[in-house]
């Protein structure tokens, strides 16, 4: 179910990305990303962690354009950074932490090196770069 669920959006997103590349890419230089250890970071910002339970950075209500980032370290010298859009000019929203994690990991899986999609209304990105945060 996850799993068809991600295919079905990693085919949206190179059908998209042909009609409009501006909506979905990846970034072809740069660092490479474990999606390993990006997956788990990505499961703590969009369900939160620990007990008592933390918020993550993408929990909670977004304001029409409201752009959410965290920056996580990860082994081997490197971060990644992470952003989340909601790209309504009107209405506030709380993002589903199930469609976080599935539409953030799309970017993982797609992408060796990191990108961004737009889905449903909310822009995804993530970003594995050199040094700390
Ligand atoms: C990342 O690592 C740097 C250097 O150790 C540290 O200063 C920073 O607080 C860390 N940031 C996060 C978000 O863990
Ligand atoms: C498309 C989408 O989900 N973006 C949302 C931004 O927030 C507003 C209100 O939360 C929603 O209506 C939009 O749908």
Known sequence: MYLSNVFTT????LLTSYTNPAHAGCYVT???ISAEETGIQVGRACHGYGNPRVAGAFQGVFAPLQKKSSCVNVSGGQ?????????STTTSLNLDDDVCQAE?????????QGGWH????????????PGSC
């Open 79 to 87: 971060h990644v950074d992470m952003e989340i859009t909601n790209l």
């Open 10 to 13: 990693f085919l949206t997103i």
């Open 30 to 32: 740069g660092d490479f």
């Open 118 to 129: 737009d889905a449903g209304g909310w822009k995804y990105r993530v970003d594995p770069n």
């Open 104 to 112: 953030m990991m799309v970017n993982v899986y797609n992408c060796n």
